[in-house]
């Protein structure tokens, strides 16, 4: 998610600076910023789907899940406030540290807020591997939330600032990427700690969320704090000596100039939030609150969350449920590759607009499956071949996510937004993103049972409003370097009337990068 704290640079300087042993360090560390957060979002579904787990802490879900003579529908089975705060209070938690993060990282630099989003992590991991009652579970899942927030608002700013130039677009899909694979991770864990006939499996599978979190805790400590950030707090000649360290080379004078304007630069920002409010800035606020919503009214965390919940709705065993996760798991990997792979070939408007199609099919489509099968009782069965034809349905429309909204939904609010207003701009992609994935992870289970197989027509409703919103309003910005951004809205045929003749700059000469 955090890949959203890239920016991307357009053509950019290359300053001829080695890929040394510091910066391979720092994206491993990145990537662990990345796992730790998709661990999370992949790890509470499965555990949920798990008996032990249920009979422990939400003893009333597991009766109404296994009791045949309940009044309740397949559509309610799993309905309970308390299970869902379990999942979602995770990402509030993380939406608040979130800002409280971002002073850290101003004031005490980022490998402070990584150090400490990483030891908070750490701890949430253990309490809850140990956890006996639900009060400790909640606060384990708060404290990752914590760590979450510091993680997501530091790493990728590290990571941005230690890696060379020309490196940068890359690492923010790198970053999503990395998320998807710490989900995938969850899923696998999930199905291995489901078979161990003690009943203690969850355990394992809450606490092993510790072990990204130490990598990235040790990684933090050992590493050097950024040029960028030593020199925002005043230490000029320590910035020099880092940046010559982490480069491989003495030959950093033009780098090291640029990094003192940019700095300069941004400390004179004084109001980055009423800048943000600006008209001339408006097509750039509308994107920024509008597409880390629509992500998340794609519908893709109720699958990300609780694919073995929907799937035991609809009739898998165990076992089948924590498989079908692994299944989408990995096309959620494999299609963010063909999105690694097509976003600069094809541009951002063309898979945002196959993509939202291809969701919006599917969606459908499994609402009108689970309508004919479940009806509005949910009294109905699925027979396997529907059960099965669902999953291919889910993973479809998963592989249409991963290579549209899920990278794209992070990398174009990031790079429309000029300088002056990037700080801002940037807490309001991570905070709308996090406010909708609580809101989706708390109500869905509870919308599933007043909605019924119209929570499918519902997110498909969503995915047509976002694809049409697409076609009529986004601007291309592939291959559009930063500063001539406002040229894109101010050519477009609606934004055109909200910037200024003299917002555009178009006349500039960019150095390109080789
Ligand atoms: C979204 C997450 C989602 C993930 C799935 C990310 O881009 O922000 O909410 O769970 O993609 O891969």
């Known amino acids: 998610m955090a890949g959203g704290a890239f920016a991307s ?17 720092s994206c491993i560390v990145a990537a662990t910023g990345g796992l730790i957060f998709g661990y999370d979002l992949g790890i509470s579904g499965g555990v949920t789907a798990m008996d032990p787990f249920l009979t422990k802490f939400f003893p009333s879900v597991y009766h109404k899940v296994h009791n045949a003579s309940a009044h309740e529908t397949a559509y309610c089975k799993f309905d309970s406030q308390l299970l869902t705060l379990f999942t979602s209070s995770l990402y509030l938690a993380a939406l608040v540290a979130s800002f409280l993060a971002s002073s850290v990282t101003r004031l005490f630099g980022r490998k402070m807020s990584m150090s400490i989003g990483g030891i908070i ?28 927030g510091f993680a997501n608002q530091s790493v990728p700013l590290y990571l941005s600032e230690m890696a060379p130039a020309h490196l940068r677009g890359a690492l923010s899909i790198g970053f999503q990427m990395a998320i998807t694979i710490g989900i995938l991770a969850a899923n696998l864990v999930n199905y291995g700690t489901n078979q161990i006939k003690e009943g203690y499996g969850w355990r394992i599978s809450l606490a092993l969320a510790g072990v990204p979190a130490l990598i990235m805790t040790l990684g933090a400590l050992m590493l050097p704090d950024t040029p960028n950030s030593l020199f925002e707090r005043g230490e000029k000649d320590n910035a020099m000596k880092i940046l010559k ?5 003495e030959n950093v004078d033009e780098e090291y100039q640029d990094l003192v304007e940019a700095s300069e630069a941004a400390a004179k920002v004084q109001h980055p939030w009423k800048n943000v409010l600006q008209r001339k800035y408006r097509p750039q606020l509308v994107m920024g609150i509008l597409i880390p919503m629509f992500q998340q009214l794609t519908g893709i965390n109720v699958i990300m969350f609780y694919a073995p919940v929907l799937f035991k709705t609809i009739g898998f065993g165990d076992g089948a449920s924590l498989m079908a996760a692994v299944i989408t798991g990995s096309v959620n990997v494999a299609a963010t590759v063909v999105s690694i792979l097509s976003v ?18 599917c969606e459908f489509v499994v609402g009108i499956i689970i ?35 899920g990278p794209l939904g992070w990398l174009v609010p990031s790079e429309i937004y000029p300088l002056e207003i990037r700080s801002a701009g940037q807490a309001i992609n991570v905070a709308v993103n996090m406010f909708f994935t609580f809101v989706i992870g708390q109500v869905f289970l509870t919308m599933l049972c007043h909605m019924k197989f119209g929570l499918f027509f519902f997110f498909g409703s969503w995915g047509v409003l976002m694809t049409i919103f697409i076609y009529f309003f986004l601007p291309e910005t592939r291959n559009v370097p930063i500063e001539e951004i406002s040229g894109a809205f101010k050519k477009h045929w ?21």
């Open 121 to 148: 992590f750490l701890m949430g991991s253990i309490l809850n591997g140990i956890a006996n009652n639900v009060a400790v579970l909640l606060i384990g899942r708060l404290l990752l939330g914590a760590g979450v």
């Open 494 to 514: 609606f934004w055109g009337r909200y910037i200024p003749d003299d917002a555009v700059i178009g006349h500039q000469h960019h150095n390109q990068s080789a």
């Open 245 to 249: 360290k982490i480069r491989g080379s």
């Open 9 to 25: 640079q357009g053509p950019v300087k290359n300053y001829g600076g080695n890929v040394t042993s510091f910066v391979l360090i």
């Open 371 to 405: 309508a004919l099968q479940f009806g509005t009782t949910g009294a109905g069965s699925f027979s396997k071949g529907y059960a099965d034809l669902v999953l291919i349905l889910i993973c479809i429309y998963v592989a249409a996510f991963a290579w549209s909204w």
């Open 344 to 361: 600069d070939r094809f541009g951002r408007r063309a898979l945002f607009l196959e993509g939202g199609i291809q969701m919006v099919i």
